[in-house]
């Protein structure tokens, strides 16, 4: 395990359906973070969590967005009722802070096209 | 929360010419400033990072320079080659035992012309 992985790569979904994005990442990390970017901006915070908690969501994260790491191990992203304006890429990060690294280690995102 | 500014939005450069990224950041609090290189197709990468209890980094051809007092920071790139060609993201946070949720600004897309 080199990296942080992300599955799939790509994903189109009609308007109205839901949508769950899985990512792995580097084993060592215990934490792991959501983003969002769409094009031509910088990524956007969704939320992370340390270990299996949850610490901190994004005013980003409506009701319809919810993500777990449920072993502290992988976790899942999932999108409900998609809307046209979720279509971005979805990047999963982690880092170990502890080891006195902070820089994160993304993954290569998951682009949701809502059609 | 954080806001990150970010400035030029495009900068070309001659090969072999520096380049200099400026960033901009509202939260006196944060102290932990990261700088991305994302190509394209491709995922942002840690190129270098800077915590606020240092005003400079250097790493071979890359720099970082902080102003707490000013709060800005910069990304200084030397002797530019055609593979620094991307897009450059600087990022801020408030990190108490780790990096928390990083608030990125816009980017900078770097063209090095031949």
């Known amino acids: 395990d080199t990296g942080v992985s992300q599955d799939p790569r790509h994903k189109i979904t009609k308007r109205g359906q839901n949508v769950t994005f899985r990512c792995d990442p580097i084993?060592?990390?215990?934490?792991l973070y959501w983003y969002r970017q769409t094009l031509g901006q910088g990524p956007e915070f969704l939320t992370y969590?340390?270990?299996?908690?949850?610490?901190?969501k994004s005013r980003l994260l409506s009701d319809r967005f919810s993500a777990e790491r449920p072993k502290g191990s992988f976790s899942t992203l999932e999108i409900q009722r998609t809307e046209q304006g979720d279509s971005a890429m979805y990047l999963c990060a982690s880092s170990a802070p502890g080891t006195g690294d902070y820089g994160y280690t993304f993954g290569s995102g998951t682009r949701l096209t809502v059609v | 929360g954080e806001n990150v500014e970010q400035h030029p939005s495009t900068l070309s450069v001659q090969e072999g010419d520096s380049a200099v990224i400026k960033c901009t950041y509202s939260?006196?609090?944060?102290?932990?400033f990261p700088w991305y290189k994302q190509e394209l197709g491709k995922r942002p990468q840690l190129i270098i990072d800077i915590r606020s209890n240092v005003g400079e980094k250097k790493d071979q051809r890359i720099a970082v320079t902080l102003n707490k007092t000013a709060k800005h920071f910069s990304l200084h790139i030397t002797e530019t080659q055609p593979e620094d060609s991307a897009v450059y993201f600087c990022?801020?946070?408030?990190?108490?035992?780790?990096?928390?949720?990083?608030?990125f600004g816009k980017g900078t897309h770097l063209i090095i012309q031949p």
């Open positions: 990022a801020a946070t408030y990190s108490g035992g780790g990096a928390d949720g990083l608030t």
């Open positions: 969590f340390q270990n299996e908690a949850q610490l901190e």
């Open positions: 939260d006196s609090a944060s102290n932990y």
């Open positions: 084993s060592e990390h215990n934490r």
